[in-house]
């Protein structure tokens, strides 16, 4: 049984930094994407940034430049640091992780082939 745990958020003047952490725990298996995403109500969730097992990155435009995402494979960990945050930035952030059943299908890429898991969020407000 996959669990992922945000940890991290919280309120920030525009400007200020945030590091959120995510902790995965059970079997992710070999070939896997974890990501962050943001969702703030009435609208849908959105991918922020993205890292593959084998250290690929993906930004979103709007936070290219500001955030960096990065992971510890050995600890099952993943992070996003946040930096020069803008009150755009405020939404709920969850973990995401994709596991690939196959070495084909992560390297097809997409959703075929893979089970998604998601953490419970963490709250990240700027404030101007």
């Known amino acids: 049984q996959v669990q992922l745990v945000e940890s991290g958020g919280g309120l920030v003047q525009a400007g200020g930094s945030l590091r959120l952490s995510c902790a995965a725990s059970g079997s992710i298996g070999t070939y896997n994407v974890m990501g962050w995403y943001y969702q703030v109500p009435g609208k849908q969730r959105e991918l922020v940034a993205s890292?593959?097992?084998?250290?690929?990155?993906n930004y979103v435009d709007s936070v290219k430049g500001r955030f960096t995402i990065s992971r510890d494979n050995a600890k099952n960990m993943m992070y996003l640091q946040m930096n020069s945050l803008k009150p755009e930035d405020t939404a709920v952030y969850y973990c995401?992780?994709?596991?690939?059943?196959?070495?084909?299908?992560?390297?097809?890429?997409?959703?075929?082939?893979?089970?998604?898991?998601w953490g419970q969020g963490t709250q990240v407000t700027v404030s101007t």
């Open positions: 995401n992780l994709r596991i690939y059943k196959s070495v084909f299908a992560f390297i097809r890429g997409g959703s075929d082939g893979s089970d998604d898991y």
């Open positions: 890292i593959t097992s084998g250290g690929n990155t």
